[in-house]
């Protein structure tokens, strides 16, 4: 049986691979550089529409108090307490604390969470008995039902369950043997089906995660699901459009090759990659067409 210990490690390896995910996203201005004070933010962001009752238990737990718009300035002060978790995400030093870990998870809005409910997967003889499987295929490099292909002390797997089991375990398995490649989390194979997301012309899909990785191959972009991320449209704009609400941009555009496309937030070009800007005076004189 997956002692308590072994799982939180596996749980903590998933928490910074997540980060390693999440900070290229939508809060990459928090992430890239997790400062405490950059971390303090985004727990403020995270956490003011949040209606979890785990998250705001854990939230309680880490910092004392409970999570309230009142509590703002509260808040503001507790930049010290994030400093652990900061040197977690530069992989400086380990947590020791269960509460800063549970706190980790919804700064990088990892999945399953808190501690308990990801504890909860590893239960029982039979997944203990399917991990020593997936252990011994990785060591042997022979690869069945994984393709493994070595550099260094990482892998590029290539995951092909044969049960639901299998589905279940799936990079969540890999990350408590500190094997995360792809940019695949725990959660996006712990629970595959439609848990990935794919960009269809001007919008995103749900889609199977295992599916559509093994039907379509490794180099289509398919994204494990992110709640913000999936909102993202492109949009068709004309003069009468709303571009801003008072002195906010409410429509941001990429520009490549003399191409522009406009999007409904702030982030980056599904298609090119190219970081999105918001609108200006400029670009719409100069780049929105009359309506028709």
Not at 55 to 83: H, I, M, P, V, Y
Not at 254 to 275: A, C, I, R
Request: with cysteine.
């Amino acid at each position: 049986m997956m002692t308590e210990q072994n799982k939180l490690e596996a749980y903590k390896k998933a928490i910074q691979s997540q980060f390693d995910t999440e900070k290229s996203k939508y809060y990459s201005n928090f992430l890239m550089s997790p400062s405490r004070a950059n971390l303090r933010k985004l727990c403020s962001e995270r956490m003011k529409d949040n209606k979890s009752e785990d998250d705001l238990k854990s939230f309680t737990l880490f910092l004392g108090f409970e999570f309230s718009l009142s509590n703002a300035n509260k808040l503001k002060k507790q930049n010290d307490k994030f400093r652990p978790i900061e040197t977690f995400f530069k992989r400086e030093t380990d947590l020791s604390e269960l509460e800063a870990v549970n706190m980790a998870a919804i700064l990088v809005d990892f999945q399953p969470r808190p501690f308990r409910k990801f504890s909860e997967l590893f239960n029982g003889e039979e997944i203990e008995s399917e991990i020593d499987k997936v252990t011994d295929k990785i060591k042997s490099s022979k690869g069945e039902s994984l393709g493994v292909t070595s550099s260094k002390d990482k892998a590029t797997l290539v995951f092909e369950p044969k049960n639901n089991l299998k589905k279940k375990l799936g990079y969540g398995v890999i990350g408590a043997l500190g094997l995360f490649t792809v940019g695949y989390t725990t959660k996006d194979l712990l629970f595959p089906e439609k848990q990935c997301m794919k960009w269809m012309e001007d919008h995103y899909e749900l889609v199977d995660c295992i599916k559509e990785t093994q039907d379509i191959g490794s180099y289509e972009i398919i994204k494990p699901y992110d709640k913000i991320e999936f909102e993202r449209k492109e949009l068709t704009v004309c003069d009468t459009t709303e571009f801003f609400v008072g002195d906010k941009a409410k429509v941001w555009y990429s520009k490549k090759n003399n191409v522009v496309q406009f999007f409904n937030m702030y982030g980056e070009n599904p298609e090119n990659k190219v970081s999105l800007k918001p609108i200006t005076q400029h670009m719409i004189d100069n780049y929105v067409v009359p309506c028709k």
